[in-house]
């Protein structure tokens, strides 16, 4: 019986109206029959009633064409159950009860890439699964809710020669020989998972291999697949792993569990990668990795993706979350985790400039506009609509104060006891705050409120010296933003790691409210409205250097004079607030020029960097993180009404004149002796020197165009590895350079035959600054590799254009918008999950300026207007378009 299509229900699912399941699946045997056009997968399920509800048996399912049922040995009359509206209800069940079915699934047609789907074309391409959120109802009926957890025993079957390779979730159980070329392979997995967690692979993998012991003395056979073709490239990878598992050894006590762990490599995939229990799945954007096709910015991705999907087998699978509103226990929890290894490895300060970056960009704009949503929403309609950057960007801030509430022992004995009381159980953030406070004797329930508030809240500092009372009074009052929503908003702890500085650059001792003992940096917490608090023993008006390390997070708004902000950038010994310093000088020095009026903040900003330039202060990659001002979307976000063609162009005045001062004779010079380190080694200092050359010559090529353009094109003839050679060809391209057509050809060939070099070359063209864009965009829509099946490929084309370059986008005749609501409509007829996300680039639109913001509005009404878009698609334009 085919399920028969309907409108997918539009009642959004709330928190408040969560119910305890009244089914538990204690086993499932699972036996698939696998096919690229057809899969048979027989289904035996283990029931157990909740003894206090009496709700019929009903399981999730979504297109299934079920072939049989049997309840306890018998086959189910028609009369017996009842399939639609995507839930089967069957009569009869009781506790105990065996729950028989047999469905058949489409994987080459399910374009959606959800559930069993292929990867790569028919002939040659393999088979996997894609569970998280809901996708495991589209492989079988089931309760397919988090809280549901059982024990998985999987067997696959299928023709040898077509999939020779055969993977599952858990450890092996047995393989063997079929009739007629087909063989078996069983999984058991000892520990009992929720649905989300299920995975399959089979199809032609090649594989890495290396032997682990875990730190209590468990041998794991580490196996890393990938396409014959991008097996070579998955070594860096796999060091990445065992990086990653010996620091949960070292830092949370967590060890590995099953004797294998498995990895996959896809190029069709919706997001980064999925951490199934044993089995991650990566998109191979997030696996992959060569000096000749992976940028330096792009090996830390792939160490930090597999570092997260591994710290997911304790935060999320291991203890999971009850219900999908707690999504961000597990992602906000696992980011933390995933970004303090990163800082580990890496430089922690760059790591903090990175992430702050990355949370102003990405976070803040959505947090202020009309998808603004708490980190754990009240309701949702389409859940994969909240793996936002608000619930695992702004969750991982939330997990960040309270480790910093608890300092480090303090927050492992917590994390001790969460991950210990919650073993084997679905949790809710309750439970975390709770295990976290009961384990130091400390009541951390108002941090709740973070997780219930939108908004990004705004700290305003003021501060007040008395000369004759040699006392310094810092006032700070907190203002929750315009997109909290209208339910409670008692005050946030907001935690303020602060130092005061003396005007000749040193940190002063801090005495507060008559204590005796003396630090230079300490955490006061914002607990009201509005407190002050006095330092003494100061005698002259200090500059304060405010939440430090961007310890909460808020929008800072602080009436620094432009040399105190300079004083800060020239010498703060917090890498992140140095930095933080020069991007607030930069941001007024950008205002002067919007305004008509260069002044104090261009003037010190430029000082300040000539100083820093000239000198051995800072370090190369710190140093071209403070030459670059905040990015179009942050200067944006500081404006009323919009006009993204002005903000780049001011931003690139503001560059200028920056490049001026330094001179171009000054940038040459460093250039060049940065250039004579060719190297492909990925050490700090060779990474740093290779993100500083770029960043000089692209301040540079604002002087001295056709010069800088000649130096990249040799740059880019000479290059050792990817880092290198993208710079320059993306110099080339927005420097519309006589060189450029060449080199895109060039590295078009050169990389004929790599999906993911291929990738940056869209993308460097869908980002050329200007209406231009528009029509390279249309043209290279047209190219043959282009296509909307591809998620990796649409986000290069399509989602640079819309999201990474404002100025091409946001055209003044509205082309930009008419052009992504077209696509909308074609790409969520094939994959509504990447459709809805690119949707999100209409966000905002209401700040535009007037012309703008109509043309916007017509094509966002217009989707809206259009008949049978997908649950997510629709959500998401009926977010956007708002009340407007
Ligand atoms: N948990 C997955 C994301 C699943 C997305 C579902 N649409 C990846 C991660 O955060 O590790
Ligand atoms: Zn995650």
């Not at 009926?141 to 299928?158: E, G, H, I, K, N």
């Not at 219900?323 to 906000?332: I, N, P, R, T, V």
């Not at 947090?367 to 929403?377: I, K, N, Q, S, T």
């Not at 008692?490 to 409210?513: E, S, T, W």
């Amino acid at each position: 019986m085919q399920a028969i299509s309907e409108q997918k229900a539009s009642a959004p699912i709330r928190l408040v109206d969560y119910r305890a399941p009244a089914w538990q699946v204690e086993s499932v045997e699972l036996d698939f029959d696998l096919g690229i056009d057809a899969s048979e997968l027989s289904a035996r399920l283990l029931l157990r009633r909740d003894p206090g509800q009496d709700a019929p048996l009903r399981l999730d399912g979504e297109n299934l064409q079920l072939l049989s049922i049997a309840l306890d040995g018998t086959q189910l009359p028609a009369t017996a159950y009842r399939y639609a509206g995507n839930v089967l209800e069957v009569d009869g069940a009781r506790d105990g009860s065996v729950l028989e079915t047999r469905v058949r699934l489409r994987p080459a047609a399910n374009t959606a890439l959800e559930g069993l789907y292929l990867s790569g074309p028919r002939e040659t391409g393999f088979l996997l699964t894609q569970c998280e959120a809901e996708g495991f109802r589209h492989i079988t009926f089931f309760p397919d809710r988090p809280d549901v957890q059982s024990r998985y025993t999987v067997t696959l079957r299928a023709d040898r020669a077509r999939f020779p390779v055969l993977l599952a979730g858990g450890n092996p159980d047995g393989a063997g020989e079929l009739e007629g070329g087909r063989h078996w392979a069983r999984f058991v997995d000892p520990h009992p998972k929720p649905s989300y967690l299920f995975a399959l692979v089979a199809g032609h993998l090649e594989v890495i291999e290396r032997d682990y012991v875990t730190a209590d003395g468990r041998p794991v056979q580490l196996k890393i697949w990938a396409e014959a073709d991008a097996i070579g490239r998955c070594h860096y990878a796999m060091d990445a792993l065992e990086r990653s598992m010996r620091w949960d050894e070292q830092a949370y006590g967590r060890n590995y569990d099953l004797d294998v762990f498995h990895v996959v490599a896809t190029h069709d995939f919706n997001m980064g990668a999925m951490e199934n229990k044993g089995l991650n799945i990566f998109n191979a954007k997030c696996l992959l990795a060569d000096p000749d096709s992976t940028t330096d910015d792009e090996y830390r991705h792939v160490e930090a993706v597999v570092a997260h999907e591994y710290f997911h087998n304790w935060s999320g699978n291991r203890v999971t979350c009850r219900d999908w509103f707690q999504l961000s226990l597990k992602e906000g929890l696992t980011v933390f985790r995933e970004q303090s290894f990163s800082a580990d490895m890496n430089s922690a300060s760059l790591k903090r400039i990175e992430d702050v970056a990355l949370l102003r960009r990405a976070q803040f704009p959505e947090d202020a506009g009309p998808l603004a949503h708490p980190v754990r929403p009240a309701q949702y309609s389409e859940i994969n609509n909240f793996y936002t950057a608000t619930v695992y960007e702004k969750g991982s801030e939330l997990v960040r104060m309270l480790a910093g509430a608890l300092g480090q022992e303090g927050f492992r004995r917590g994390m001790d006891r969460y991950f210990d009381r919650n073993d084997g159980h679905a949790a809710t953030l309750e439970d975390f705050l709770a295990a976290l406070g009961e384990a130091n004797d400390t009541d951390l329930t108002p941090y709740l409120a973070w997780y219930g508030q939108a908004g990004t809240p705004r700290l305003k500092a003021r501060g007040h010296h008395d000369a004759t009372r040699r006392e310094y009074t810092l006032t700070l009052i907190q203002h929750p933003s315009g997109t909290a929503g209208t339910g409670a908003r008692a005050p946030l702890p907001i935690p303020v790691k602060l130092a005061l500085f003396a005007r000749n650059g040193d940190m002063l001792p801090l005495h507060m409210d008559g204590q005796t003992s003396v630090c230079h940096e300490l955490v006061v917490v914002l607990d009201q409205h509005e407190r002050s608090f006095v330092f003494t023993g100061i005698a002259d008006a200090p500059v304060a250097s405010l939440l430090r390390g961007f310890s909460a997070p808020v929008i800072l708004e602080c009436d620094y004079m432009p040399d105190e902000l300079a004083l800060l950038l020239a010498h703060d010994v917090d890498g992140f607030n140095r930095w933080e310093a020069g991007q607030q000088l930069a941001a007024r020095a950008y205002e002067e020029l919007r305004d008509g009026s260069p002044g104090d903040s261009l003037h010190a900003w430029c000082d300040a960097l000539q100083q820093l330039f000239g000198g051995t202060a800072v370090d190369d990659a710190l140093l071209a993180d403070l030459l670059t001002p905040p990015g179009e979307v942050e200067l944006a976000e500081r404006e009323t009404a919009i006009d993204p063609q002005r903000i780049h162009d001011l931003r690139q005045d503001l560059q200028r004149r920056l490049a001026e001062r330094l001179g171009a004779d000054a940038l040459r010079q460093r250039y060049n002796a940065l250039a004579g380190h060719t190297s492909i080694a990925l050490d700090a200092s060779s990474q740093a020197r290779r993100r500083l050359k770029r960043r000089v010559l692209e301040l540079l090529n604002l002087l001295d165009n056709r010069g800088a353009c000649e130096l990249a094109a040799i740059q880019y003839r000479d290059a050792p590895g990817m880092t290198d050679r993208l710079a320059a060809l993306a110099l080339m391209v927005h420097g519309r350079a006589a060189q450029a057509e060449a080199a895109l050809l060039d590295f078009r060939q050169r990389y004929a035959g790599n999906a993911l070099a291929l990738d940056k070359w869209f993308a460097v063209q869908a980002q050329l600054p200007g209406e231009s864009a528009l029509d390279r965009v249309l043209a290279l829509e047209a190219d043959p590799a282009f296509t909307l099946k591809n998620p990796n490929r649409v986000q290069a084309l399509l989602g640079s254009f819309v999201r990474s370059n404002p100025s091409g986008f946001h055209r003044t005749d509205g082309a930009g918008y008419r052009l992504l609501a077209e696509r909308l409509v074609a790409l969520d007829a094939l994959n509504p999950q990447v459709a809805a996300r690119l949707a999100t680039a209409f966000n905002g639109w209401q700040r535009l300026e007037p012309l703008r913001r109509a043309s916007a509005r017509e094509a966002i009404a217009g989707l809206e207007q259009h008949a049978g878009l997908s649950r997510n698609l629709a959500e998401i334009i009926g977010s956007v378009l708002g009340g407007h």
